[in-house]
């Protein structure tokens, strides 16, 4: 897609960045210049990059994540993904953490952080990564900053995905999936509706929501995040690391925004 630099030219690309990127520009390419600026970040950086994601239940967190660690190479680190592997580890906080999430329980904050701080300390700990769902919470925060400091890791930015509850709700409370075990199709009154309201299109089982879609929950959800959040938001603002975008807009709409704060923090002229 781009033009191969010349021998003489691989040990630096810096001759090229600015008029490729803007050639891309010209053409409108917003998902070339993406990827264009995610490269340059990765080679730039020497792959050294830590990233903590802050936003509501369905900004999108999980998605841009999982973008960023495909185009940069970083680990990802999701809450539920670290203590399910504690849980199939057997350690100590994991077998807390089982007992607790068995009886449909929130893991508490001490249990967490030693799941984490465990996995840091790990001869095999990640140096690159992007972090998901972690720190929820101040309390969570000021523990990582510790576990960070004590491996000597620095983070890079700490991005928050900015929603409106409405469309949080929207977006959220939108969904509604066949309960046939065979099946489990799922639909989204606005972007995905099913043919027929209210009835699979695959099977013709009556569609139902689940109860963390009900608005309700929804808005309980948002009340605890919002609680949490602003220590959260304000703990990152005074390191001088929080970035925070509008995660309005489609999925690579959002990922340009990320890398261009990105590439705006590190001071590179892209």
């Known amino acids: 897609m781009f033009p191969k630099p010349q021998d003489k030219h691989r040990e630096s690309w810096g001759f090229s960045i600015s008029t490729t990127l803007a050639a891309l520009q010209a053409f409108s390419d917003n998902n070339a210049i993406a990827t264009w600026r995610s490269f340059s970040i990765r080679r730039q950086s020497g792959d050294v990059m830590r990233l903590i994601l802050l936003g509501p239940p369905g900004s999108g967190k999980g998605t841009q994540a999982k973008l960023l660690c495909q185009r940069l190479g970083l680990c ?24 607790i999430m068995a009886a449909g329980q929130l893991v508490p904050d001490d249990i967490v952080n030693e799941i984490v701080a465990g996995r840091f300390r790990n001869h095999d700990r990640p140096e690159r990564f992007v972090m998901d769902g972690y720190p929820r919470t101040l309390a969570q ?5 510790d576990v960070l400091k004590s491996q000597s890791l620095d983070l890079t930015a700490v991005v928050s995905l900015v929603l409106d509850d409405a469309e949080v709700v929207r977006r959220l409370g939108g969904r509604w999936s066949c309960p046939k075990p065979t099946c489990m199709a799922t639909y989204h009154m606005v972007t ?15 569609l139902v929501q689940r109860e963390d879609d009900r608005e309700e929950t929804i808005r309980n959800r948002l009340a605890v995040f919002h609680g949490q959040n602003d220590g959260l938001a304000n703990h990152y603002r005074g390191q001088g690391l929080l970035r925070e975008i509008a995660g309005h807009g489609d999925i690579e709409d959002v990922y340009a925004k990320i890398i261009e704060v990105i590439a705006s923090k590190r001071g590179q002229d892209l």
């Not at 995905?192 to 009556?206: L, N």
């Open 76 to 99: 990802h680190f999701s809450t539920g993904d670290i203590l399910r592997e504690a849980v199939r580890n057997g350690t100590s906080a994991g077998c807390k953490a089982q007992t």
């Open 141 to 145: 925060a000021l523990a990582f900053d």
């Open 192 to 206: 995905k509706p099913p043919k027929k309201p209210g009835i699979c299109d695959e099977c013709q089982t009556p």
